[in-house]
C-alpha cells in the first residue's frame, strides 16, 4: 500500500507518501494490522504523517497524538492511492460472447 496523504499545517500544503516503514511504525505503535479489517481513519492518517516527517528529520514531539494535540488546526487526509486495485468483481469486456 502505498498512499498519498495531503497535510496542511500553517497554512502550507505539503503530501507525503506512505512507505513500508511508515506502515510498519503504526502496526508496531497502534497494535493494529492493515488486514485486521477494523478500517483505517484519521488518527491512521495522523500516525502515517507523524512517522513519515520524522523520517525526513522534522523535530517533532515524542508521540504522534502530542503533536496533533499542537496542531489542532491541522489538516490530514489521504488523496489516493498510488497502486491499482485489483477489482474484485469478473467484469465482461467487450469480446465477450453468450453462450
Given amino acids: 500500500m502505498k498512499l498519498k496523504l495531503k497535510l496542511v499545517r500553517d497554512g502550507k500544503e505539503e503530501f507525503l507518501w506512505t512507505n513500508l516503514w511508515s506502515i510498519a511504525e503504526w502496526e508496531r505503535l497502534e497494535n493494529r494490522r ?3 479489517g477494523r478500517g483505517i481513519g484519521v488518527s491512521d492518517y495522523c500516525c502515517w504523517a507523524y512517522s513519515l516527517l520524522a523520517l525526513k528529520g522534522e ?7 502530542q503533536w496533533l494535540k ?10 489516493g492511492e498510488e497502486e491499482i486495485p485489483n477489482p474484485t468483481d469478473a467484469a465482461t469486456g467487450d469480446n465477450s460472447q453468450s453462450l
Avoid at 59 to 65: I, V
Avoid at 70 to 79: D, G, I, R, T
Fill in 34 to 36: 492493515v488486514s485486521d
Fill in 59 to 65: 523535530t517533532l514531539p515524542s508521540t504522534w497524538r
Fill in 70 to 79: 499542537e496542531n489542532l488546526s491541522m489538516e490530514c487526509a489521504p488523496v
